[in-house]
């Protein structure tokens, strides 16, 4: 099956600094989901993008699917966007996803 | 739009008991939704994958008697943890699809088995 890896692990940053994410699939994918999990637990939707580039505010997301890889790129990072961010992928019909291991950031302030 | 809700957030129940957490899609139908479960600073875990109207299709490994899980409708699903053990005590989350492939999330349901 498709393996799902993050970078990096851990990262920890300044309030106001910039940070890429990175996420690579072993295979092609029809499916590619960010999410952040705020530290109660809760998971929210970040991007949809199995291709190309979105923006929303302060972060945006490029997927480059013939070199299977995604970056989540936050700008300007506040104390807000501290928890664990989740890379997911499917590849077939049964809109399963297969997850990442995520990278937790830490933004101090 | 796109709100998935569960309940309870929290709940503690002894061993041996039955437990019944809901997830219900709030402002679209769900034909399809999912229900995983996350260990401390662990990824999700899909347990099973639950449709409406028709039986749950469970992930390798997990005990469809243990899990019971029913799609009564096309905005509610239900996990009931039967005879629940300590080892059962975890962070359950449900998720809905509502197009396409996007999930969206419930807040997640923290299981204490005592």
């Known amino acids: 099956g498709i393996q799902v890896e993050q970078s990096p692990p851990d990262l920890i940053l300044q309030e106001g600094a910039n940070s890429t994410l990175r996420c690579n699939f072993s295979d092609s994918v029809n499916n590619l989901q960010w999410f952040h999990q705020n530290p109660w637990g809760q998971l929210i939707n970040l991007f949809y993008?199995?291709?190309?580039?979105k923006q929303n505010g302060r972060l945006s997301a490029t997927t480059v699917a013939t070199e299977r890889y995604s970056l989540l790129y936050i700008s300007s990072s506040q104390t807000t966007d501290s928890g664990v961010y989740f890379c997911a992928v499917g590849d077939g019909n049964n809109r399963k996803l297969i997850w990442g291991l995520g990278t937790s950031l830490a933004v101090n302030p | 739009g796109a709100v998935v809700s569960q309940h309870p957030s929290r709940v503690i129940c002894k061993s041996g008991t039955s437990v019944k957490i809901e997830c219900r899609s709030l402002?679209?139908?769900?034909?399809?939704m999912f229900w995983y479960r996350q260990f401390p600073k662990q990824s999700l875990m899909l347990m099973a994958t639950s449709n409406e109207g028709s039986k749950a299709t469970y992930e390798q490994g997990v005990e469809k008697d243990k899990f019971l899980i029913n799609h009564a409708s096309l905005t509610l699903s239900t996990l009931t943890v039967t005879s629940a053990h300590p080892e059962d005590s975890s962070f359950y989350i449900c998720?809905?699809?509502?197009?396409?492939?996007?999930?969206?999330f419930g807040p997640g349901t923290r299981l204490t088995v005592t």
């Open positions: 402002d679209f139908q769900a034909t399809t």
């Open positions: 993008i199995p291709s190309g580039t």
């Open positions: 998720s809905a699809v509502r197009q396409g492939f996007e999930q969206y």
